[in-house]
């Protein structure tokens, strides 16, 4: 694995992340145990102490072989090949550093490089676009009538929208998290009802305090999901039909 570390930030003054020909070393720092951060398991000392030819426990925390590591960089970014033994100890002991972000993901505070493993960040983009296009897909299909309820179950008042801001938000929405339309509406089996639940909330048909649901005097939920499950009980089918009415007529 080909792995690049690369400086965060520029200088503030000069605009630039490092002068030319300038060095910069990352050197372990002390745990809370009082020993060096390595970034290594046991295992991981064990089979690099090998590889290296380093005499046992040369790698671990406890060591005088840390009171002198450190990784130099220079030119503002160093490019490691965790293949090799050497290059692969330097990747181990950078990846946990709080100096160091691992990867674009990864938002340490205070870290001033970070590890870019372009494979690997090529991966999770394009899981993230194919999760996005299947989301659009889903979308295509939709009525305008579909997307009034799914707007409304993301907490809008899609019933006092233009057809262009309905279509336009939602789209909005779904580009952002298609994770979350998914878990809202594609995968949701009780959409429809929660629909009917946010509905009859934003015209007073149901009233919410806190979590509890009320209609009249009634409680008919403690929490939303009690709430779904109450208006899915077969035997409250004519309850749900007066609200469904009461929908309707406001």
Not at 93 to 108: C, E, S, T, W
Request: proline fraction near 2%; aromatic fraction near 10%; include cysteine.
């Amino acid at each position: 694995m080909i792995v690049t570390l690369k400086h965060k930030r520029k200088d503030s003054w000069s605009g630039v992340y490092k002068y030319k020909n300038c060095y910069d070393y990352i050197a372990p720092f002390l745990t809370r145990s009082g020993n060096a951060h390595t970034g290594l398991t046991e295992s991981d000392s064990k089979r690099l102490e090998k590889a290296l030819n380093f005499a046992e426990d040369t790698l671990a925390p406890f060591s005088k072989y840390w009171d002198t590591f450190a990784v130099k960089i220079s030119n503002n970014e160093l490019t490691l090949d965790t293949d090799r033994a050497w290059d692969e100890l330097q990747y181990l002991f950078l990846k946990n550093h709080k100096r160091v972000a691992d990867g674009l993901g990864d938002q340490k505070p205070h870290s001033e490089w970070i590890l870019i493993n372009k494979e690997s960040e090529a991966k999770e983009a394009n899981i993230s676009a194919r999760k996005k296009r299947e989301a659009l897909r889903e979308f295509d299909k939709m009525s305008m009538d579909d997307m009034r309820k799914c707007l409304r179950i993301y907490g809008y008042k899609s019933d006092s929208m233009s057809n262009e801001l309905v279509e336009s938000r939602l789209f909005e929405l779904i580009e952002k998290e298609p994770d979350r339309f998914f878990s809202k509406w594609v995968n949701n089996k009780s959409k429809m009802t929660e629909f009917v639940i946010e509905a009859a909330v934003s015209k007073n048909i149901i009233r919410k305090s806190k979590n509890i649901y009320y209609y009249g005097t009634d409680v008919i939920g403690t929490s939303l999901e009690d709430a779904i499950a109450t208006l899915d009980d077969k035997k409250n089918n004519d309850l749900r039909l007066g609200i469904m009415s009461g929908i309707e007529e406001k």
